[in-house]
């Protein structure tokens, strides 16, 4: 058995986390305040979980108790970096190239297409990835994008990548990928947006500049109003988030979203997320997704 230098620190860590339980009022303590600056609603059975992702910050702030950072977080800190820090460790990131694929299929056979061949375009294309993570999904609609319009350029298409997680947004950024995270694209299009590592970085690989280019990288609270940007957006993907808000939270975002697509834009969710009423504002045009109707929004 080979032990790396780190072990004994690691298992260090694994022993002081397991001493590390949270009472009652701990727990609806931060289940609130969590709730209330990300829209993540907890659950009773996500206790286990609150209570080993904020592990790392006690042990950051080598405290014992979670009220203890509760009060950290409440009272010691005016310019909100511990909020950040705790909001990055809670939040689940798991994100893939081309997840979902039969979005990415509708967009390469019908909405990049009817952009392509309006002759009155007169502004970009623009593209939002609401909860970006790690930056899969952003560089999924470049490619795709591309592939449909090989000679446009950050003129033509646009993408906007969000995410309250500032940690995903820095891998996001650097387009840094391990062979195994980058699985599930193509190898024709591997081969055509993304550099090959040599050497030490053998099992990695990089996005090319022209993806890159078309992406801005930005981080964004959903739950925050307004939002920073302005509208309006062709299609928006707001994909595998919105199960951790709970559903008044769901019906509002549905309906700032859809004051931020374009007329007859696309709004697409995740396989488990289902808009419900709103009829008036979308209409269904496939699994998970969704068109802007014409009608303004109040
Ligand atoms: C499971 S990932 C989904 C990634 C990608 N959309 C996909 O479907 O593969 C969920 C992302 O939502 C982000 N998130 C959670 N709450 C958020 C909020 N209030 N505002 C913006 N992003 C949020 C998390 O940081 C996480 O990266």
Not at 128 to 149: I, K, P
Not at 184 to 195: A, K, N, S, V
Not at 286 to 292: A, K, L
């Amino acid at each position: 058995m080979v032990i790396s230098h780190t072990a004994p620190q690691k298992i260090r860590s694994v022993l002081d986390d397991s001493r590390l339980t949270i009472t009652d009022t701990e727990f609806r303590q931060l289940r609130e305040f969590i709730h209330a600056h990300s829209g993540i609603a907890l659950s009773d059975h996500k206790r286990a979980l609150v209570c080993s992702r904020l592990a790392r910050r006690l042990r950051h702030h080598n405290l014992q108790h979670y009220s203890d950072y509760y009060r950290i977080l409440t009272e010691d800190d005016p310019e909100g970096l511990e909020l950040v820090a705790m909001i990055n460790a809670i939040t689940t990131n798991k994100t893939d190239f081309f997840r979902e694929p039969h979005h990415f299929r509708f967009l390469a056979e019908e909405v990049f297409p009817a952009y392509r061949n309006n002759p009155n375009r007169d502004r970009p294309l623009r593209l939002w990835s609401a909860a970006a993570s790690t930056g899969e999904e952003a560089y999924s609609l470049a490619m795709t994008a591309l592939e449909v319009m090989p000679s446009f350029n950050e003129r033509d298409i646009r993408i906007l990548a969000t995410d309250i997680d500032t940690d995903v947004l820095s891998r996001a950024e650097a387009g840094i990928y391990t062979r195994e995270q980058a699985g599930q694209i193509p190898e024709t299009l591997l081969h055509r947006y993304f550099l090959k590592g040599r050497g030490e970085h053998e099992d990695q690989v990089l996005a090319k500049p022209i993806l890159q280019s078309l992406i801005s990288f930005r981080r964004l609270n959903l739950q925050e109003e307004p939002w920073p940007m302005q509208g309006p957006f062709d299609v928006i993907l707001c994909r595998n988030v919105l199960i951790y808000f709970d559903k008044p939270t769901q019906l509002k975002l549905f309906q700032r979203m859809a004051g931020m697509l374009k007329k007859d834009g696309y709004l697409m969710l995740g396989h488990s997320e289902a808009m419900y009423g709103l009829v008036d504002l979308f209409r269904p045009v496939g699994h998970s997704i969704y068109q802007r109707r014409g009608k303004s929004v109040s």
